[in-house]
């Protein structure tokens, strides 16, 4: 089981590093993103706590774009078949949740270099609750994506349904984050911040075991 | 045919009363505090059916019966009927009660991210063409949405300050509405209307599920004709 988990992961991943697909057409979504926020806030002093909510709207938008990559393109290139003759279910969409979770690590890190690098009024105060807000928030986002993913992935308009369908799913998840964020630029210490990271992993593990229990559904379609 | 009319009836008592019982004196909300009769009880309902609707997909998943699948999206469908009519008159309350239509107060959102799951739920079963597929993936994603809606009703407004009645700092209590020191006049009248609206809701869901029952029957036997 886990041999195959990490086969499925070794495949997208070498093959995402062969064509550089999604990664590049990601990185750049982050930076014209980004620049289209500095265009529009040109010249004005923007508020810690906007800047925490333009910072989820950035990962969010950017996982939206690009992490439905993995079943998508199994869909296009046919590959389904032999994925289902090949191993379990579960094991894929173990296998594609490990390269979710990988893939949106990469870009978060990316969009928070990028971020404290262009806007100035981004200054936080306590990084130990800003770290713990990102890494469980890129957790339930990447564990949320991936099943909608599979689910988009057999409809007929894949690219617009994506977003609609994943937004009031992720919604508790981005509203507590967004707070772990703000909180963070008002200096809060961890302690004070466990209700929110029990919300953020108890959303993770609640999403991850429903997934597994539905993905054989989904798959099997 | 009778219980229709009763059920008529007894609606219709309900509202009448729901305006005109003497419910006591409530600190900060006095006579608008008459919403609890419809409003609560509708959004009581519109999770009901939800549910209703989460367990009617888990059944189909096991068993494959389309009408398993009917039947849960008349729930769906109906669950969106009453979010929407708590949505309506939340919002005309909060008018006078708090000076503008929306606030943003956690339960406001709450109950707009209901309207956008199941918006979304309806959206995906209208990209799917092929019968089987649409029943089986909107099951899913109801049953997906279904157990993150746990953290918008219960968890979000009681940790979160607001200023609908029951959330945190409300000093009338941090729990649910019926924590409320409520008249107990307003008590009886409460769940006498939520069990008017359960009734309600089943003979909808009934009549709904029956016609959608019917047309694939119909269709079924044209096929076989042909």
Redesign the interface.
């Known amino acids: 089981m886990l041999s195959s988990i990490w086969a499925i992961f070794l495949k997208d991943l070498k093959s995402e590093l062969r064509t550089r697909y999604a990664l590049n057409a990601l990185l750049m979504f982050v930076v014209v993103t980004i620049s289209m926020i500095l265009f529009a806030t040109a010249g004005e002093v923007i508020s810690g706590e906007l800047l925490s909510g333009l910072l989820w709207v950035v990962i969010f938008f950017s996982a939206m774009s690009g992490l439905s990559r993995t079943f998508v393109s199994e869909e296009d290139r046919g590959t389904v078949i032999f994925l289902q003759l090949a191993t379990r279910p579960s094991a894929v969409y173990f296998g594609k949740l490990l390269f979710n979770l990988v893939l949106i690590f990469g870009i978060n890190f990316f969009v928070v270099i990028a971020y404290f690098l262009t806007m100035e009024g981004f200054k936080i105060k306590s990084f130990d609750v800003f770290l713990a807000g990102l890494i469980l928030g890129s957790l339930g986002l990447a564990s949320a994506s991936t099943i909608i993913a599979a689910i988009i992935a057999k409809a007929n308009t894949k690219g617009t349904l994506y977003p609609v369908l994943s937004f009031p799913v992720l919604l508790p998840l981005l509203i507590t984050a967004i707070n772990m964020t703000q909180l963070s630029i008002e200096g809060a210490k961890l302690v004070e911040t466990f209700g929110h990271l029990r919300i953020l992993f108890s959303y993770f593990a609640v999403v991850v075991i429903a997934s597994y229990l539905l993905f054989d559904y989904i798959w099997k379609e | 045919m009778i219980w229709k009319f009763l059920l008529g009836l007894y609606m219709a008592i309900i509202t009448a009363l729901a305006f005109v019982i003497p419910i006591g004196f409530i600190p900060g909300l006095g006579e608008r505090a008459r919403i609890i009769f419809l409003h609560v009880p509708s959004a009581w309902l519109s999770v009901i059916a939800f549910f209703v609707a989460m367990l009617y997909a888990i059944r189909y998943?096991k068993s494959k019966n389309i009408y398993e699948d009917v039947k849960s999206v008349a729930s769906a469908e109906i669950g969106f009927l009453f979010c929407f009519v708590t949505t309506v008159t939340g919002s005309i309350w909060a008018k006078f009660n708090w000076g503008s239509f929306w606030n943003w107060d956690p339960r406001e959102?709450s109950i707009f991210?209901l309207l956008?799951?199941y918006?979304?739920y309806f959206?995906?079963r209208s990209?799917?063409?092929v019968e089987?597929?649409r029943a089986?993936?909107s099951?899913?994603?109801s049953?997906?949405?279904f157990?993150?809606v746990p953290?918008?009703i219960f968890?979000?407004p009681r940790?979160m300050p607001g200023l609908h009645p029951g959330s945190k700092g409300d000093p009338e209590g941090a729990g649910p509405v019926v924590t409320f020191k409520m008249d107990p006049n307003m008590r009886v009248l409460f769940f006498a209307s939520l069990l008017g609206f359960i009734l309600v809701y089943l003979w909808m869901f009934k009549l709904r599920s029956r016609v959608e029952i019917l047309k694939i029957k119909i269709q079924n036997k044209i096929y076989q004709e042909v």
Request: net charge negative; no cysteine.
């Open positions: 998943l959102t991210v956008l799951i918006g979304a959206v995906l990209a799917i063409e089987e597929r089986t993936l099951a899913v994603y049953i997906i949405a157990i993150t953290f918008f968890i979000m940790i």
